[in-house]
């Protein structure tokens, strides 16, 4: 039985974020505006099984694939929505499953951390994989349940500011993503971000 935690479709992946992927990603990596899907899944073993059917059943390519004991995490990605979206669908179909069986996300921590210290800035610049923050820039920091709806969160602060991309974390337990900028992009960026992780649809998370 594949559990559904997360479905996660992005029309067209902003510059900073396709470049982010590249430095995380050991699959096939995307470009700019292509568009792209993160699937969740537990067990995490199952995600081998709907890579399988994704790239035997349309041309996307997967960027990622990440295996864990608990949580599995597939992005595929395609110069056309029309090709990912069917690989989507053949992915439900075979595991008997409907966008809508994905957990409802759950926003856990979204704050701002104005006017950086310079200090704290190199702690953060030592594990980003994205930009590098500087002193006096503020940071965005957002945490959420199931992990792969970060990436939509990082996706539509991007579409919406002129922010930096720092980190994203689509994968685990939580995810988390860090942007930097301007006070009057991240207060932008912030609550665009929110309202994309809150706005999708889907079954409460079982407590416990």
Known sequence: MIDLRSYVFLDSLQP??????????????????????????SPGIAVNRLTDIAVKATDVKPGIQIVERLYGLLEIHHDEQGEVRRAGEAILREIGKQESDRIKPEL????????L??????????????HMI???E????????????AALAANEAEKAAHIKVLEIVSFGSFGRVYLAG???????AAPVAEKAVLGLKGREAKKG
Request: charged letters at 20%.
């Open 16 to 41: 900073q974020h396709a470049a982010f992927l590249g430095t995380v990603s050991k699959g096939f990596l995307p470009v700019r505006h292509q568009a792209s899907l993160f699937i969740e899944v």
């Open 108 to 115: 856990l921590t979204s704050q701002v951390i104005r006017g």
């Open 117 to 130: 210290d310079d200090r704290q800035t190199q702690l953060i610049n030592r594990v980003r994989h994205g």
């Open 134 to 136: 500087v002193a006096g």
């Open 138 to 149: 503020s940071l965005f920091v957002l945490e959420c349940a199931p992990a792969a709806n």
């Open 182 to 188: 301007k006070d009057r992009d991240i207060d932008v």
